[in-house]
C-alpha cells in the first residue's frame, strides 16, 4: 500500500459496512472511508455508538498477508496512531493520553475514541481483508455513560474530521509499514509506553467471572497479562479492564 483512496460520505449506516461492501467487490487495500455521521454505527459486541455530526468515523480497509491471529493485533497499532494523531491535533494533552487495553483510547482516564476491527477468512483459512473502523469524539461526548467520556473540544481543541483524518492517515502508513516489515514487537513496545494501568492492580470483567490482579505485561500477541494474588500469571485474551478499587 503507498496511498489511501479517501471516500467521504454525508451519512452512512456505519463506516465499517460501507468498507465491507467494498472489499465484498474487490476494493483494493488502502480504500478509507468518512462519514459526517452514522445511522447505525457499532462499538466492540454490537454496542451501538453514538455518531453525531462533528466527530470523525472513519473505516479503513487492508489486506494483510498475515493470519487473522496476527491482524488481531492491528488494534494495539491503531491504538497508538490514534494516540500520535490526537497529541499532533493537541500537543498540551501529551502524557495524557494512554491507551486502554484492548482497544481504547484515553485522555486523562476518559475515553476519547474506539476502535472495532472486523474481517473475513477465505474458506482456504487465510484472512481475506480487514476492516479498522475508529471513532474519535472531536466536537462532543456522550452524558450518561458507565465509564468517563470526554472530547478534543472538552480540552480546548477544536479541530473537523477533514482536518485531523490526513494525521491520522499519515500516522496509519507509517506504523502499518512497520508492522509489515517488523511484526508485532515495535508496535507492542509503543503501545506499553502508554499503556493505561500498567504496573497497577486492576479487574478484569469477563462474561462469566472477574479477575482481580495487578497489569503486568502484554504478551506477544497481544493478551493481557495479569499477576494473580497467589503470584500466578494469567493471560486474558478477551474482556474489560477497570481500574482496582
Known amino acids: 500500500?503507498?496511498?489511501?483512496?479517501?471516500?467521504?460520505?454525508?451519512?452512512?449506516?456505519?463506516?465499517?459496512?460501507?468498507?465491507?461492501?467494498?472489499?465484498?467487490t474487490g476494493a483494493a487495500e488502502g480504500l478509507a472511508v468518512l462519514a459526517k455521521q452514522q445511522t447505525a454505527g457499532r462499538g466492540r459486541r454490537g454496542r451501538a455508538w453514538e455518531s453525531p455530526p462533528g466527530n470523525l468515523f472513519l473505516s479503513l480497509l487492508l489486506r494483510p498477508k498475515a493470519s487473522p491471529a496476527q491482524a488481531a493485533t492491528l488494534s494495539f497499532l491503531t491504538a497508538i496512531v490514534l494516540a500520535e494523531a490526537l497529541e499532533l491535533a493537541a500537543p498540551q494533552l501529551g502524557p495524557a493520553i494512554t491507551c486502554k487495553w484492548p482497544n481504547d483510547v484515553l485522555v486523562n482516564g476518559a475515553k476519547i475514541a474506539g476502535?472495532?476491527?472486523?474481517?473475513?477468512?477465505?474458506?482456504?483459512?487465510?484472512?481475506?481483508?480487514?476492516?479498522?473502523?475508529?471513532?474519535?469524539?472531536?466536537?462532543?461526548?456522550?452524558?450518561?455513560?458507565?465509564?468517563?467520556?470526554?472530547?478534543?473540544?472538552?480540552?480546548?481543541?477544536s479541530l473537523?474530521?477533514?482536518?485531523?483524518?490526513?494525521?491520522?492517515?499519515?500516522?496509519?502508513?507509517?506504523?502499518?509499514?512497520?508492522?509489515?516489515?517488523?511484526g508485532f514487537a515495535p508496535v507492542r513496545a509503543a503501545w506499553l509506553k502508554r499503556a493505561q494501568g500498567l504496573g497497577l492492580p486492576a479487574v478484569v470483567r469477563l462474561p462469566d467471572r472477574e479477575l482481580h490482579g495487578v497489569f503486568v505485561a502484554l504478551d506477544e500477541g497481544g493478551a493481557l497479562i495479569l499477576e494473580m494474588p497467589d503470584g500466578r500469571r494469567q493471560t486474558v485474551t478477551a474482556g474489560d479492564v477497570f481500574p482496582a478499587g
Open 1 to 24: 500500500m503507498t496511498a489511501w483512496t479517501l471516500r467521504a460520505f454525508d451519512s452512512l449506516d456505519s463506516t465499517n459496512e460501507e468498507i465491507r461492501r467494498q472489499a465484498e
Open 115 to 157: 476502535i472495532l476491527l472486523e474481517s473475513r477468512t477465505a474458506p482456504d483459512g487465510k484472512l481475506d481483508w480487514v476492516t479498522v473502523g475508529i471513532g474519535v469524539n472531536l466536537a462532543w461526548h456522550p452524558a450518561d455513560t458507565p465509564y468517563a467520556v470526554t472530547s478534543l473540544a472538552a480540552h480546548g481543541t
Open 160 to 182: 473537523s474530521p477533514q482536518d485531523f483524518a490526513p494525521w491520522l492517515l499519515a500516522r496509519f502508513g507509517y506504523w502499518y509499514g512497520r508492522w509489515q516489515a517488523e
